[in-house]
C-alpha cells in the first residue's frame, strides 16, 4: 500500500512563488504518475499537474508557464514549483498518485496542504 506525504502550502502575496513537496511510500510501482489537484471553495477538483516515471509532464493552461513538476531530492518524491501566483490559485492542493499501465488503478491521495494568495 502506498502513502502519500505533502508539504509546502501556505500565504503568499500575489506575484510571489510556493513550492509544494509530495513523497510517496510503501510498496511503490516501477511505472506510476504523480502530481496534483486543486479544489477552490465552491469550485469542483482541478488538475494542475502530472509527471510520469517516464519523464513525461503535463499541466492545464490556467497554470502552463508558471508551474512547474520536477523530481525532487527525496527518492520517489515530486516538487511542485508555483511561480507568479495570482488570488486564483487558491485552494487545498492534493497530491496523487497512480499506477500505469495497470486496468484496475486508482488515485491515492495526499492529505491536502492550504495554498493561500491574498494581499
Known amino acids: 500500500q502506498v502513502q502519500l506525504v505533502e508539504s509546502g502550502g501556505g500565504l503568499v502575496q500575489p506575484g510571489g512563488s510556493l513550492r509544494l513537496s509530495c513523497a510517496a511510500s510503501g510498496s511503490i510501482s516501477r511505472n506510476y504518475v504523480m502530481g496534483w489537484f486543486r479544489q477552490a471553495p465552491g469550485k469542483q477538483r482541478e488538475w494542475v499537474a502530472s509527471?510520469?516515471?517516464?519523464?513525461?509532464?503535463g499541466y492545464p493552461d490556467s497554470v502552463n508557464g508558471r508551474f512547474t513538476i520536477s523530481k525532487d531530492s527525496a527518492r520517489n518524491a515530486v516538487a511542485l514549483q508555483m511561480n507568479s501566483l495570482a488570488p486564483e490559485d487558491t485552494g487545498i492542493y492534493y497530491c496523487?498518485?497512480?499506477?500505469?499501465?495497470?486496468?484496475?488503478?486508482?488515485?491515492?491521495w495526499g492529505q491536502g496542504t492550504q495554498v493561500t494568495v491574498s494581499s
Open positions: 509527471m510520469t516515471t517516464g519523464g513525461t509532464t
Open positions: 496523487f498518485y497512480r499506477v500505469l499501465y495497470v486496468m484496475e488503478s486508482s488515485n491515492v
